[in-house]
Every structure is written in C-alpha cells, then in structure tokens.
C-alpha cells in the first residue's frame, strides 16, 4: 500500500515511467477502480475502453500447471482466437476433413437430424441445434404451434381441455356404477368393422375370358320363350371342367413286331440281365442326346429291369419313349395331354405306364400299342402318380393331389377305393417302404408323414419348424433309408423302417435346388446320391461321407430328372427344362 500511495503523490510524468517499471501496481489499480461492465463486453478504465480480455490471467493451453488461482468464469470461458498454426491438429496446419476445409462435428441424434431437417422442407422452419433460435418461416412456427413433422397432430382432432377430461372420467365413473355384475355382459358399442361387408375377390375381364375358353365356366341355360311356338326342347350346353384333346399316338419305328424273331419292339433283347452287387463308377463325359420336345422335359425313366428304352413326360403334352441300346431315335409318341405332362411312372412289368398332367388327368396307357387304357380324376390336379410295387398289387394305384388327399383307385374297374386325407397341403409325393406294407408322403405343409397301406390313418406323422417341403423322394437299394429334396438346398434322408427318424448325419449340401422339384436318384451299388439343381448342374454325393464327388454342367437350364442306368453302372441320363435329354458315360 506505501508503494500505491507514493505513485499517487508523485506527478503524472513520473508515474507513466514508473508504470512501466511496476506494471503490477498497474494492475492492482484497475482492481481498486472496480470499473463498470457495459453490455458489449468492454470494461471502463478511467473513461478509455479497455477490453475485458486485457485483465484476464491466460494461460497456455498446454499448461501443465497452473499458478493462478483462476475465477470460475474465466476457467469455463470458451477459446477464442485463430487456431495455432503450429499445432498437428490444426486448421492452419493443413487438417481438412471436407473438400471445403475443416467440419466440426456437433453430437446430435439421428432422429433429430432427420426431425428438423424433414420439418424444413416441410413446414419451412427448423429449429436450430441448442433448441433457441428458429430458422426459416417465423410465421409458419407459430402457426403450427412449433410441431414438427413427427409430432404433428391428427387432423381433426383437438387436445382436450383438463374440465373435458374430468368430466369424461366422471362420466365413465358413473357408467361403471350403474352396471349390474349379475348380469351377463354385452358389446354395446358396436365395432369399426361391424357394418363393413366383405365383398369376394372376382377375377378380371382377361380373368373370366380364359376361365370360360378352358371350359371352367358354364353357359347359362337358355330359358324357353313362352311366346314362342311349341317345339323340341333344346340342348343345355355344358363343358367339362377339363379339356379334352384326341388320344393319339404315332409309332417311329420299323415294325412294330420284328418279321424274322416275331419280337414286339418293346421287349428287350435276350441275354440283358441285372448283376447284383455291380461296382458303380461315375460318368465323365457326354455321349448321346435325345432331342425331340418342344418344351422342357419333366420326368424321365428307364424301362424296368433292363433299361432298354427311356419313357420321357415333356412340358408340351407329349410323351415319348426312345431306344437306348439299339438306334437311339424316339420310337413311339404318346398324345393325350392338353397341357404338359408333370410325372410319369412304369408298372413292373414295363407294359403299362400312368401319366399325370397339368390338364387334370391321370391316364394309363398301353405302352407297346399307345392306347389309353382308363383315365382317373378327372377334374383334379394331381402331382403324382404310382403302381403299387407288389407284383400280385399291379392295379392298384396311388396318386398324391393338390386337394390335400391322397387316392387310391383300381384300375381293373377304375373305382375309386380309399381316400387318405390329412395333409394340409397339396401332396407331391407317395413312396412305398417297409416291404410295401407301408407308404411315406410328403406335402406342400412342410411335414412327412406315414400311413399303413389300406388304412386311411397316419401312424407317423414328422414335422418340425426347421423342414421345409420336401417335392421329391427316392428309395435307397438296401430299403433301409429314402432321401428327399429339400427346398433349402440340401438332400435330407429318413429311415424306412421302424420309427422313420431323420438322419440328421447324412445331409448332402451344394447345389441349388430352392424353388424347384429336382429328382434325387441312387446309383444301383447304393454308393453315389445324384440330383440336378437349378443351374443346369449334375451333381455326385458319397453315400457313406455325403461328400460332394463330381459336378457336370447337363443344362442350360434346371437339371430336373436324373436316372441312373439299371444295367449300365456307369451310365445316367439327365433332363431339363431346354428340352433335351443327355447320356452320360
């Protein structure tokens, strides 16, 4: 203090020089003067502005110690000034996060971004990060009561006041009061959709003209004019629900009954003969096609036993049946189908052969002479079509329908026998095990299940929220086990015996099959699993490892029917969807 009272007592050119030599005292006289703050910032120093920043106690920003004690609101008071263009992580040192220069983040939820940014272009108003300052259409803001897009309020609807609430709650209150509990409760309200009439799907004008060119729909009965003359009354127009074609077939051969050995074509030659326990080998290379379809192809198989011939289902109605050991030309064309052919099944003996189509017709057919023996369920579609394996059952036949039920006819008088229905699902698929005591199905409802042969009860029924459907099944030659193409391209396989479990350590992997009902087949050693995919591909399994052996591209298309050769170890056939049919040796 005797120091400040020395400089007030000295003159005023004194003082300067001394201010320069004590600028501390200087800095204790602001303190004593306690000058007054104006609103801009600027402190008042004996009447000359004087920045508020001159008298704060800065410090380096890095600083590891401080020697001040520091007031509150100088120690949180933002950094001002240009950045140090010294630092690594500066602006002036060259850090650019934008092609524009250098971006601060600002933290801020995605949906309050997305909130304002919606409401601006919107509404024309947003309200600025920190939640103060309104950016955009003033009016519009307070027009809509500061809603955003997403907190907008129902049109036509009003926030009720607090006397509107509590006068509803004391409305309900006594609502409550007046009921009788003793007495059975009732709807009074009646419900949004109490008066709403449902109205059934119609199909459209394109709908209803191929409905009635396919025969679907009937023409109406003409009534009789009453003042018209008497007369003969006319006919009443009707047309199946299934269309009719001419049953036709053309021979492609010689002579149908050889003029030397008195042979029918059909039969096969003398000394062709299946050896038991033949090693199998996988084919490498192509070596024939049979071509003669205008559509895909859907089904394929040899002649029972010898494999002398090939019976081929098209996607164009027809079915042909080739040569394969002797000229490899098509040697008889069966045509009695509308529609394409979807599965075709020999009998034991190879001279009868079941058809079942798109036109909703399962036709037997004479395989030497190509008549039409009977036609079952007319009017049905079925996907499905088989002869029971006993040689003593040849006239019964079991077929899989898309109305969820199984059938079972004789064909000997083409009555309808049994009927099994429990699927809910069209059925795909009916597979004789057990020694043909029993039959296994499979369904559009994901599930298998297992019926005893003549009794419409199911004795095992195998679902589980992993399967998928399962639209093709072959037998293993051992009897023990069948595999069945799953549509989540993978080959699954069953027991055919006892309990019918899932072996769930023989799954064969790799190809793509989703979608579609690709034909798994055995070879007749029981050592390689075969299918084709979607891609066009042939694909080859290890029974034992489930490993994948060989690949071949067969198609362009969907490989869809494989069958390997009864007598030939080393020979399969292939079909698909571009029309052909291949060998392979």
């Known amino acids: 203090m005797d120091l400040l009272a020395r400089y007030k007592d000295d003159g005023e050119q004194s003082g300067a020089e001394d201010e320069r030599e004590f600028p501390a ?118 027009n809509k009561k500061g809603d955003s897009i997403f907190t907008q309020s129902a049109p036509g609807k009003r926030q009720k006041t607090a006397a509107e609430r509590k006068a509803e709650k004391a409305r309900k209150q006594a609502e409550l009061e ?197 036609s079952f369920g007319e009017g049905k579609m079925f996907f499905t079509a088989r002869f029971h394996p006993d040689d003593d059952k040849q006239n019964v036949i079991m077929a899989g329908c898309g109305d969820k039920k199984i059938y079972q006819w004789d064909s000997d008088t083409g009555d309808l026998v049994q009927e099994y229905n429990y699927h809910l699902g069209a059925v795909n698929t009916v597979t004789f095990v057990d020694d043909n005591r029993r039959f296994v199905s499979t369904s559009d409802d994901k599930t298998v299940r297992v019926w005893e042969f003549g009794i419409p009860v199911q004795i095992k029924y195998i679902a589980d929220p992993s399967m998928h459907s399962i639209p093709a099944v072959a037998v293993h030659p051992n009897k023990q086990w069948f595999v069945g193409t799953s549509l989540d391209n993978q080959i699954v396989t069953y027991a055919a015996r006892d309990r019918f479990r899932q072996n769930r350590k023989k799954v064969f992997k790799g190809h793509m099959v989703a979608g579609y009902a690709c034909q798994p087949a055995f070879s007749p050693d029981g050592r390689y699993v075969l299918s084709g995919d979607g891609e066009g591909k042939l694909w080859f399994w290890d029974w034992k490892t489930c490993k994948a052996y060989r690949t071949i591209k067969a198609h362009q298309t969907v490989t869809i029917g494989v069958e390997w050769h009864p007598l030939e170890t080393s020979k399969v056939a292939t079909c698909g969807w571009d029309g052909l049919i291949k060998y392979w040796d």
């Open 25 to 142: 005292a200087v800095a204790l006289k602001s303190v004593k003067a306690a000058p007054e703050v104006d609103t801009i910032g600027m402190e008042l120093v004996d009447s000359k502005a004087m920045p508020a920043a001159a008298n704060r106690f800065l410090q380096d920003a890095t600083a590891r110690q401080v020697m001040t004690n520091l007031p509150y609101e100088q120690m949180h008071a933002p950094v001002l000034g240009p950045a140090h263009p010294f630092q690594k992580d500066g602006v002036a040192a060259g850090m650019r996060n934008h092609r524009a220069g250098h971006v601060e983040d600002y933290h801020m939820h995605t949906f309050h971004f997305d909130d304002q940014y919606h409401t601006h272009f919107s509404y024309g108003y947003s309200i600025a990060p920190g939640g103060q300052e309104i950016v955009g259409d003033q009016e519009a803001f307070v």
């Open 178 to 374: 007046d009921v009788d509990p003793d007495q059975p409760w009732a709807l009074e309200t009646r419900q949004p959709w109490a008066d709403v009439v449902a109205e059934p799907a119609r199909p459209t004008a394109e709908q209803e003209e191929w409905l009635k060119a396919e025969g679907f729909r009937e023409e109406p009965e003409e009534q009789p004019d009453e003042d018209a003359e008497d007369g003969p009354p006319k006919a009443k127009k009707h047309k199946p629900a299934f269309a009719r074609v001419p049953e036709k077939t053309n021979f492609h051969g010689k002579h149908e009954v050889d003029p030397i050995t008195k042979r029918s074509w059909i039969e096969p030659s003398k000394g062709e003969k299946r050896k038991e326990n033949e090693y199998c080998y996988l084919p490498k290379k192509h070596i024939h096609t049979w071509s003669g379809h205008t559509k895909g192809v859907n089904a394929i198989r040899f002649y029972p036993d010898t494999g002398h011939l090939l019976l081929s289902a098209g996607l164009d109605g027809k079915i042909k049946i080739w040569d394969v050991f002797g000229s490899g030309k098509c040697m008889r064309t069966y045509m009695g189908h509308s529609k394409g052919v979807k599965d075709i099944s020999f009998s034991n003996d190879g001279r009868k052969f079941l058809s079942s189509s798109y036109d909703k017709v399962v036709k037997l057919w004479d395989t030497e002479t190509g008549k039409v023996l009977r």
